[in-house]
């Protein structure tokens, strides 16, 4: 196994500068940098540059500060008092992070949420602008010497804006006008060529501006909340200097430190079982899950479980296998809305009896051998996925949002398969040779840990040492 493997939507360049988002006068500042690119969401949706021509691979539509205006609301961004367009004032020594938070830290009561991702330093080609933390404690003094592009995400779905006001609007923005075609794209059903930089940029935008999104009351009080901190806060606005909460039992988050608006990221273990030989996987069908498609098995991670714990319990719900012997490969961030998948090996005896009728997640689930798995990896239409499925996908997705089932991960650095393609009848390259027009069943994509997992397994980039052949399942006696 490689020493860190990187999966898509993970390995964001991006310096959060999380420290400083706080500070209402650095917010104000930067969100001012000319080159500063932001990414816009309609209800999740997501903004894209795309095209007429088929081939042309649709990539997200980055907007400039000047272009996305109108969509803000009064100035100051940052640091909003009671009324439009008023300031708050920070005091001396309250200019960033302390201990003591106060209500107004670049607080916002006017306009939707801003989401500040962070800052791309090595944007202007040039590695040795990346300033030392040093430069950054003092915020007045950081902007000015900040070098790079700062990226920021919004959500236009609360605007009072018409669809006809929207699609105005961005007729007037720089791509636009540059003759680029602008539409919102639901990204889970277009396998987009996703992979990357965007992809990671992508990942934290979608959860955050989702985040903001959901969080509009607060979870102690149910009073209207508000946004701080460049959106990575949500405090209540009972606790605003100049809110009359009347005789109102005070919100318990006047009170203590609270967390419960911290934002979400929900831990998912996603795991394969090697057999005692090491030759065989156990994958599984999900109920949903289009084609014949198998995966990795996948399930939320409870409170009170460890990584191992979830790996041992979600196993045996599912397939009722018992395992043993867990390791863990990688993490990748999931962005719908904000998963958090951790990979893990697992061995498990393949002579016992696999049953999936004890939570009725799976339709199926199964052992494969190696040579099964290397033929379905190695043709043309193994990994990808075809239109209809897309469309199964979709109508997934507008008909349950979060059930907290965990759902088949399709793949954003594939393409789905041209119609050619989908008849086998393509050009295909010289490793991937068709066993036959149909794969006898389809597995994820690398673009999807699930994928990784079954690859670096089949393809022996991964290895069990022997001697945990013999380790067998821990007994809850030897705790
Ligand atoms: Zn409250």
Known sequence: MPETHVNTFGGSPLNRLSWLRPSQSFMNAIVHVPNSRWLLFNAGQTLMISSDDRSVK?????????????????????????????????????????????PTEAARHHGIPIVFLGLHEKESGDNSVALPSSEFTNPDEAIKKLQGTPYFAVEVADLEHTQDDLEKLLSETGPSKEGKKLSWVEPRTLMMGFDGFPA?????????????QRNKFCPGCGSPTYSMWGGWKVACKTLLPWT????????????????????????????????????KVLLGRGRRFPGKFYSALAG???????????????????????????????????????????????????TKPIRTDLDNELVDARWFTREEILAVINHVGGTRFRHADLKKIAEDIDGRSNTGETKAQ?????????????????PQQERRKSVADEPPFRLPGTGAIAGVLVRDWAEGRISFPPEDLKAGPIHKGNL
């Open 58 to 102: 649709p990539a997200l539509a980055y907007l400039s500060t000047r272009d996305v205006k109108p969509f803000l609301g009064p100035e100051p961004y940052f640091g909003q008092g009671k009324e439009p367009g008023e300031l708050v004032v920070e005091k001396d020594g309250e200019s960033h992070a302390h201990p003591q938070h106060s």
């Open 200 to 212: 990671a940029v992508f990942a934290s935008a979608r959860s955050m501006v989702d985040w903001n």
């Open 244 to 279: 009359d909460n009347g005789n109102k039992k005070p919100c318990p988050t006047t009170k203590g430190l609270h967390n419960f608006t911290h934002p979400r990221t929900d831990g998912v273990v996603i795991m394969i079982a090697i057999d005692e030989t090491g030759e």
């Open 300 to 350: 939320f991670i409870e409170p009170g479980e460890s990584f191992e714990d979830a790996v041992v319990r979600e196993m045996w719900e599912e397939a009722g296998v018992h395992v043993w012997n867990i390791k863990y490969h990688s993490g990748q961030p999931w962005p719908y809305p904000a998963n958090l998948m951790v990979g893990f090996y697992a061995r498990a005896d393949s």
């Open 410 to 426: 399709t793949d954003p650095t594939s393409k789905a398969l041209t119609p050619a393609e989908s008849k086998g009848s393509a």
